[in-house]
């Protein structure tokens, strides 16, 4: 009987010896922006949600988390809610909790050049050195975006980026958690949540991943208030995990196990196109085309945002030319830096993506104002240092050239046709074709709301497509043929080669719209579904016929980095943005 009972001794022994560890990650996004604009709600968030689940925490230090949150909310805290920063620092040096801050608002980052996300990412770090907070080198972004132009745009600031199951699942079969993500001459870490699980020397889990919200509210369907239920089914899922002898690691602890098991190699990922959590819904359309409250105007709302960026690049190139100049510019410098806090909250997610409310369509637009008010300090006080009735300046924003002209000739481009074929889905269109050199026309399309409200503009490909992933604008990569389902790209410089001779640089300052290639239609197609109460849509796009290299460079002077003429009239200050050729 002994004997017995050593053997099943022995057994529990040995099995709880070499059982696998177990390791549990949680991440809770806390999005201060959820209904941008609604101030009452962003204060029901910290109150309803944040702090109970900060307390939850300060009483269970066994369960270790991760907590991101964009840079304006920090500041918020600082600014309203000192207790939550003060509960949130805690348990942050205690270890309990990593910090992933990256954006200063939560911007929907892949529609626009890394400069912007990288200026974002400045603001935050200045906000929590001011408020003695560290944040991790786990990147993270709203809406679980990504895109592998973040190798580019992250470089020396951030060590992993970390998505959900998609956009991989969408687009890909099984993957490794920890791989690779090459982009042009830059790599990066990523850690892929459809990653395999089980792996040969330990298991992970998620024991939290969504909307910190959701957490202990229903979100919308209980107004952001704390529900009893959903709380202690969240708890009871830590619990469990628990049970079963999970350990609660952070996520770069989990990253750092992983680096360290011999039995492990970290793979190159392959290429998969920007996308976003619940690729279903279409991806980077979902944000740029798609029409589903009834009141977005996508197009025009992204565009607002892109022309804005172009107007404070302008004038902090001119701030800095008059500082060459001798002049005292430290108060126009800080006003920039309003003008760019103002932008970045221009390009928040949830003004045109999923179901936006009205006031969150708006919320860009009241930004957009925001910044255009201080800009306008800027340039009056930029008159009187440097503009003259007389004179032209003729900006470049990348290199920060300043050209003062005398007299400026307008360029008068000639009518011509269309070099190539396109098609239009529309009730009724007119296209305008501008002959600007040999190889290279501008080519406006104006198009009406049909019935149904969905316009399209589509561009035949041939079976190879390239273009720049978003926040990767200095690299041209060949989209993947063996995608599972047709990928959506934000073309956030604007370039797309069609695979054959001819490229089409699309004006992110006129419609800023996603592009989806059909493959099997070999078509390349913007889609725009307008609301009735905007019955009308325009885009801009130059047709560069020669090599793609060409057409890449001119795409980022056109968009990225363009050039302005800066003209004194009346002293009111005008722009335009002019055509980069020779430039």
């Not at 992933?100 to 603001?123: G, M, N, R, T």
């Not at 392959?270 to 029409?291: L, Y």
């Not at 701030?319 to 002049?327: C, D, F, T």
């Not at 290199?399 to 360029?411: A, F, R």
Request: proline share 4%; aromatic share 14%; glycine share 4%.
């Amino acid at each position: 009987m002994i004997k017995k009972y050593l053997v099943f001794f022995l057994l529990i022994l040995s099995s709880s010896l070499f059982a696998k560890p177990k390791y549990a990650i949680g991440l809770f996004h806390y999005n201060f922006q959820y209904v941008a604009g609604d101030y009452r709600i962003e204060s029901r968030i910290v109150k309803e949600s944040l702090f109970p689940a900060l307390q939850f925490f300060e009483k269970h230090p066994q369960y270790k988390v991760d907590f991101e949150f964009q840079g304006y909310a920090i500041e918020t805290m600082a600014q309203e809610y000192p207790e939550v920063l003060e509960l949130l620092r805690k348990l942050i040096e205690r270890g309990q909790i990593e910090l992933v801050i990256a954006h200063y608002s939560d911007q929907f980052f892949i529609a626009y050049p890394a400069l912007d996300l990288q200026k974002s990412i400045e603001l935050s770090d200045e906000i929590l050195e001011k408020n003695n907070l560290r944040r991790s080198r786990v990147f993270f972004g709203q809406e679980i975006q990504y895109s592998p132009g973040l190798a580019y745009a992250l470089k020396g600031k951030y060590d992993v980026v970390v998505t959900s199951s998609d956009p991989h699942s969408y687009y890909r079969d099984r993957t490794m958690p920890l791989v690779n993500v090459n982009y042009g001459d830059n790599s990066i870490l990523g850690l892929i949540g459809a990653g395999d699980k089980n792996l040969k020397n330990f298991e992970w889990a998620w024991s939290f991943l969504d909307d910190g919200e959701v957490f202990n509210t229903l979100d919308y369907n209980s107004d952001f208030y704390r529900v009893p239920e959903q709380e202690k089914k969240s708890i009871d899922h830590f619990k469990k995990l628990e049970e079963e002898g999970f350990e609660f690691v952070t996520m770069s602890e989990l990253v750092e196990i992983i680096k360290n098991d011999s039995d492990y190699e970290i793979i190159d990922y392959p290429f998969i196109p920007e996308g976003t959590w619940n690729m279903n819904v279409c991806g980077p359309f979902m944000w740029m085309g798609r029409q589903r409250s009834g009141v977005e105007t996508d197009g025009i709302t992204r565009a607002l945002s892109y022309e804005l960026r172009g107007e404070i690049l302008v004038a902090e190139k001119l701030i800095e030319y008059a500082k060459s100049l001798g002049n005292e510019v430290i108060k126009l410098f800080e006003l920039l830096k309003e003008a760019w806090e103002h932008l970045l909250l221009s390009e928040v997610s949830d003004s045109s993506g999923w179901t936006p409310w009205l006031v969150e369509v708006q919320y860009t637009e009241n930004e957009v104002a925001n910044a255009r008010m201080i800009l306008d300090k800027i340039f009056k006080e930029l008159n009187k240092i440097l503009l003259s009735n007389d004179k032209y300046f003729e900006v470049n924003t990348k290199t920060g050239k300043v050209n003062i002209i005398d007299e400026y000739e307008k360029n008068n481009y000639s009518d011509d046709y269309l070099p190539i074929p396109i098609f239009i889905r529309a009730k009724d269109f007119n296209v305008e074709v501008k002959k600007i050199s040999e190889n290279t026309h501008k080519v406006n399309i104006f198009c009406t709301r049909p019935d149904d409200g969905a316009v399209e503009i589509a561009f035949e490909t041939s079976d190879k497509i390239y273009y720049s992933a978003g926040t990767g604008e200095e690299t041209i990569a060949e989209v993947p043929t063996d995608l599972k389902h047709d990928p959506a790209m934000t073309l956030s410089n604007g370039f797309l080669n069609l695979g054959n001779e001819y490229s089409i640089i699309k004006d992110c300052s006129v419609e800023h719209l996603a592009v989806t290639w059909r493959q099997n239609e070999k078509r390349a197609v913007f889609r725009e579904e307008l609301n009735k109460n905007n019955p009308s849509m325009k885009m801009t796009f130059y047709v560069v016929k020669g090599d793609k290299e060409y057409a890449h460079k001119l795409a980022n002077k056109i968009n990225t980095w363009p050039v302005f003429k800066i003209a004194n009239v009346n002293n009111q200050i005008t722009f335009e943005k002019i055509f980069p050729l020779n430039k």
